[in-house]
């Protein structure tokens, strides 16, 4: 059951204050990893919602907390989130419905597919070893899926795995990966960027 409170001290330094509950009762304690938004510091004075349990000792503490206000921000980042996962899905539909009217050579559908899987699971192993401390994959690496045709999985992977989608610095990159793809993209629709695809299927096989 969620309890409504009010943080009545708090020690930003060391992670943890008290919470005083509104139906009265003793304070709680709670500590900041019982938090889900770690981009917000808890204050004094402020609402909270938590559930109850006990530490090691037994004694009662909050876990699962969410400050006032956090619950319509994540309400909106989802819908944000489900917006990027929809325009990915679009863009390869677009592929494969220029592909099937013959605008394209099928095996662009086919090159977008395989590298967004690719950078899908590139993703997912650079935020496990990011867990374990173990090697990471340069973002340069992930920059050029990116642009080679597989941004659309890589933005599914920021958005279903939670992996690279705050990192300014990188989502800027990312996006100007993403309007140099679409450049391309559009160009093959042109009579020089079909016949130059072709060519390039021509000397590969």
Not at 93 to 106: D, G, M, N, R, Y
Not at 107 to 122: G, K
Not at 162 to 170: A, D, L, N, Q, V
Request: charge should be positive; glycine fraction near 6%.
């Amino acid at each position: 059951m969620r309890v409504k409170g009010k943080i009545t001290s708090w020690n930003d330094d060391k992670g943890y204050g008290f919470i005083v509950p509104n139906d009265g009762g003793k304070q709680v304690f709670v500590h900041i990893n019982a938090f889900g938004n770690r981009n917000r510091r808890p204050e004094v004075n402020q609402v909270v919602t938590y559930a109850l349990s006990n530490d090691k000792q037994g004694r009662p503490c909050a876990v699962t907390a969410t400050l006032a206000g956090d619950c319509l921000q994540q309400k909106k980042k989802q819908g944000r989130n489900s917006l990027s996962v929809i325009a990915a899905m679009v863009f390869l539909t677009i592929v494969a419905v220029s592909v099937v009217a013959s605008k394209l050579h099928p095996a662009i559908f086919a090159i977008y597919l395989a590298v967004s899987s690719m950078t899908f699971i590139m993703y997912a192993r650079d935020k496990s070893a990011a867990r374990e401390g173990a090697w990471r994959t340069k973002e340069s690496t992930l920059h050029l899926l990116a642009l080679a045709g597989g941004w659309p999985g890589a933005l599914i992977a920021q958005q279903k795995l939670r992996h690279k989608s705050k990192k300014e610095s990188f989502l800027a990159v990312f996006w100007i990966m993403v309007l140099l793809n679409c450049a391309i993209f559009i160009w093959l629709h042109t009579s020089q960027g079909t016949k130059t695809f072709q060519s390039f299927v021509e000397a590969l096989m």
